[in-house]
């Protein structure tokens, strides 16, 4: 009896584990098959993950790309069709070489976040979009513009490997990408220097300091050239009430303080900055040992022939060539001293010795009452016959460099009638002063001083500077111009 309870306890076991090794094989099918199907969306998410990576590349060329032509055509970019077109092209272009995209699949392509402008839009293709057409206008203000290009590659289609075990044939991948061309604005400054023939003023004032044009009530107008002062004292040119110095025609009235350091209202036009002039004809000798100014004493009379003078008064008539003045020459009540081709050297007491380095009073002209000069310089045509006189062609009055002296010039308009049959000629006086007296005449000249002066309130003078009747000489003018410009840039993806 105890032996069968125990057989049968037995066989209960026994059937037992047979149910249970059946539901352990059941449920190891299920893991299995789980992890099969686990393991095969690993692999298809895997590759899509793959074709996601090459088609974000292809959608980041290809939105560089597009934009890369925009840089390239800067500012002769017109947004014409042609030009998006090759944008768009482009685009096209390299989405299929980085993610084989057929041309096809850009037909009614829709981007939900498409820029305002489409240049594909004939193809129902909002997927190649920008945020305008053609540059704007710049606003005033306007640092930087851009003018994004955003490109959305066509879905693609990945048929899955194992996925299909899910219900899962295919999984579809895009990606987009916005790249940035920047207009800058930029301004351009373009200096150009220029050797132009001429001097670079009619009345050239040389003195740095001290008020050395003292116009006073004098008037005169000046045509043909600029009126530079070099002063940089607090006054360096004053005009009282009925004092005026006017420009007719181009030119200007300045120095390097200009505006601020002229006094006075009669300037017309008003002063400006102007640079300082640097000695016009530096490059002319003087007179003296080794030049070819006369060396012989001149001779008296009405009628005077080159030479060395200790003084010339009265009237007279100088004849065509260079004379050397070691004291004054002086010109009362109705005086006049005439020359054609002549130049007037202003030496001191000690020629041919110069003046004292460190300035020195010598010899001057003395004008009062009517007494009035009217000379000019010699010519080139005059330098082929009398070649004493070639280096000093277009020069009528030539003070020693150190001869602080005042040269007071008078003209009237009986004998200084204009830029034909007036005076002529440079006057230069380095480290002198010229004081214009008289009415009513014309000097075709150019006038270097250290100072001038129109204490005798002149008026109706005119310093017509004409180059063909004065020193040869160039200058240099400097023109500045300043543009706005833009430079522009395809400066990268942007988010």
Not at 84 to 107: I, M, P, R, T
Not at 241 to 249: A, K, L, P
Not at 363 to 384: D, F, H, K, L, M
Not at 396 to 414: K, L, M, V
Request: a negative charge.
């Amino acid at each position: 009896m105890v032996h069968r309870v125990f057989g049968l306890a037995l066989a209960r076991a026994r059937r037992a584990r047979d149910d249970e090794s059946g539901v352990v094989l059941v449920f190891t099918a299920l893991i299995l098959s789980s992890m099969m199907a686990l393991a095969a969306l690993v692999v298809d998410l895997g590759n899509a993950r793959q074709q996601d990576r090459q088609a974000e590349a292809a959608a980041d060329a290809a939105a560089l790309a597009g934009a890369q032509i925009i840089e390239n055509l800067g500012a002769t970019f017109t947004g014409s069709t042609g030009e998006w077109l090759d944008v768009v092209e482009q685009v096209k272009a390299y989405s299929h070489a980085n993610f084989g995209v057929d041309l096809s699949s850009w037909e009614g392509c829709a981007d939900a976040d498409a820029l305002p402008f489409h240049p594909d839009a004939s193809n129902g293709n909002s997927c190649i979009s920008a945020d305008f057409q053609l540059w704007p206008a710049a606003l005033e203000g306007e640092i930087s513009l851009s003018n994004r290009v955003r490109v959305q590659v066509p879905s693609k289609e990945i048929e899955t490997g194992f996925g299909k075990t899910l219900d899962q044939d295919s999984l579809s991948v895009s990606a987009t990408a916005t790249a940035a061309v920047v207009r800058s604005r930029q301004e351009i400054t373009t200096t150009v220097h220029e050797e132009v023939a001429g001097g670079p003023c009619a009345l050239c004032v040389l003195s740095p300091t001290e008020t050395s044009l003292d116009g006073q009530n004098g008037d005169i107008t000046v045509t043909g050239g600029n009126v530079i002062v070099n002063s940089t004292a607090g006054t360096a040119a004053s005009l009282h009430t009925n004092g005026h110095v006017r420009i007719t025609g181009p030119g200007a009235i300045g120095g390097p303080l200009a505006p601020t350091n002229f006094s006075g209202s009669g300037y017309s036009p008003g002063p400006v900055h102007l640079d300082p002039v640097v000695d016009p004809i530096a490059h002319v000798p003087a007179c003296g040992t080794g030049s070819t100014c006369p060396t012989n004493s001149g001779s008296g009379g009405s009628t005077l022939n080159p030479g060395i003078y200790s003084s010339i008064s009265g009237t007279k008539t100088l004849n065509p060539g260079i004379y050397i003045l070691k004291g004054a020459i002086t010109l009362n009540g109705n005086d006049k001293l005439t020359g054609e081709g002549v130049m007037i050297y202003f030496a001191c007491s000690s020629y041919p010795t110069p003046c004292n380095s460190s300035g020195q009073a010598g010899a001057r002209i003395n004008a009062t009452g009517n007494g009035s000069i009217r000379v000019t310089p010699p010519t080139e045509e005059q330098c082929e016959t009398q070649v004493s006189v070639c280096p000093y062609v277009g020069l009528s009055i030539f003070a020693d460099r150190n001869n602080t002296a005042t040269q007071t010039y008078r003209g009237n308009g009986t004998n200084e009638n204009g830029l034909t049959d007036g005076g002529a000629g440079t006057f230069y006086l380095k480290r002198g002063t010229l004081d214009l007296r008289g009415n009513g005449y014309t000097l075709a000249s150019m006038i270097i001083a250290n100072f001038v002066t129109m204490k005798g309130n002149p008026s109706g003078i005119t310093i017509a500077y004409d180059m063909d009747r004065n020193v040869p000489t160039t200058h240099t003018v400097t023109e500045t111009t300043t543009t706005v410009g833009f430079s522009y840039d395809a400066g990268g993806l942007v988010g």
